[in-house]
């Protein structure tokens, strides 16, 4: 490396030429790869190669890319320990991921094939990991298979609320009635001391998905997000948002992902359309919110913003659902993206009603919603 620029300078030049070569490096990725040098050292060459293939490539696409921007930017080929025979098996794809299967084929023998080696088992593994983290907008039709098979997963842990019933628990009151009938029972003997606690039951959550046109790529795993829900133990209602409102659990309680969202297809009239969530909003409220089904509930609204009326109308309808509901969680897929700022004018009259604001870009950050809505 060159002694005449800093260290950082160097790196950060060698991340951007990979961009430049096609290679889809972010600013995550930048001061990942950054932090992952200065933890190896410099002086590590085959270290920082390898921790570069690790950060900055996304796929095994990047990698051949990757080996050549390094030897035209650090003027050497990748360093001899980083080096590796040729593999005489092909390289697993992305549907072999997807079956289960390391892209061996089956040559009729009746032997068992042999167990995956370290290296495959890792390698299944970073795929995955790179999947979950990956913007659903971005990927492949591939890829969203791969994903949608990843949703089965997912085991979402209800809220919970307290009732007024109370029932016997190792602490919290004092359990007077219980002690002396113990007591009682041992003829005047001192025995236990009993406890109660209040009883807690799953809390309902609603759930407003946003399926107009700028939704679209997502608007299918976000239903297979809230078919996961509707298979959780608690209460769970869906609707749809964009035009129109459209309450479509009755469809999402099908066993079958699939079989479930072509029923919800088939139910959603305004797909891809225009947005108007002041409208579908108040519709809701006025039909089901009032009556009970947003009272108490953790209402969970998955939208990017974008809304065709006055922002003061979204911004009165919001605050009509946070009197309402026990918590209110605003997903955004932008939220997730690097340098994003809450200007869509639909946001910022909603957010000051929204109890959290959290991304919804990436199977990760569904993973983080479905804990942000359990510990409502």
């Given amino acids: 490396m060159t002694a005449t620029r800093a260290p950082e300078e160097v790196l950060l030049g060698f991340a951007r030429a990979l961009r430049a070569a096609g290679v889809p490096v972010t600013a995550d990725r930048e001061r990942t790869w950054l932090l992952a040098v200065a933890t190896v050292g410099l002086e590590d060459r085959a270290a920082v190669y390898a921790v570069g293939r690790a950060t900055l490539c ?43 299967r390391d892209g061996r084929d089956d040559d009729g023998s009746g032997i068992e ?21 990956r913007d659903i907008a971005t990927m492949s039709a591939r ?95 869906v609707f749809t948002l964009g035009t129109r409102l459209t309450h479509v659990t009755a469809a999402l309680h099908q066993r079958d992902p699939d079989r479930a969202l072509v029923a919800a297809g088939r139910t959603i009239p305004d797909w891809s359309g225009g947005t108007r969530l002041a409208d579908g909003l108040k519709a809701f409220l006025d039909l089901w919110g009032r009556r009970g089904m947003a009272r108490g509930a953790v209402v969970v609204l998955v939208s990017d913003g974008w809304e065709r009326g006055a922002p003061e109308g979204l911004a009165e309808q919001m ?34 009603h929204v109890d959290s604001f959290v991304a919804g870009h990436s199977m990760a950050a569904f993973a983080d919603l479905l804990d942000v809505v359990a510990d409502a």
């Fill in 58 to 100: 996304g796929s095994p696409a990047d990698l051949e890319r990757y080996d050549l921007v390094y030897a035209v930017w650090f003027g050497a080929e990748r360093p001899a320990a980083a080096r590796r025979a040729p593999s005489t098996r092909p390289p697993a794809s992305m549907a072999d991921l997807r079956d289960g």
């Fill in 113 to 133: 094939p042999e167990e995956p080696e370290a290296d495959d088992v890792r390698a299944r593994a970073s795929a995955s990991e790179v999947l979950r983290h």
């Fill in 319 to 352: 605050r009509r659902l946070h009197a309402l509901a026990h918590h209110v969680v605003w997903a955004n897929p932008h939220r997730g993206l690097d340098a994003y700022e809450p200007v869509q004018q639909g946001i910022v009259a909603a957010l000051p």
């Fill in 143 to 237: 890829e969203r298979a791969a994903l949608a098979r990843m949703f089965a997963g997912l085991r979402p842990r209800p809220p919970q609320r307290r009732t007024h019933r109370r029932v016997a628990a190792p602490r919290g009151r004092l359990d007077a009635r219980a002690t002396m009938r113990g007591m009682v029972r041992r003829h005047g003997e001192p025995g236990p001391v009993r406890w109660r606690t209040r009883a807690e039951r799953p809390r309902r959550v609603v759930v407003l998905i946003d399926v107009s046109g700028s939704m679209s790529a997502y608007a299918d795993s976000l239903l297979r997000l809230a078919h996961a829900w509707c298979r959780s133990a608690g209460p769970v209602e």
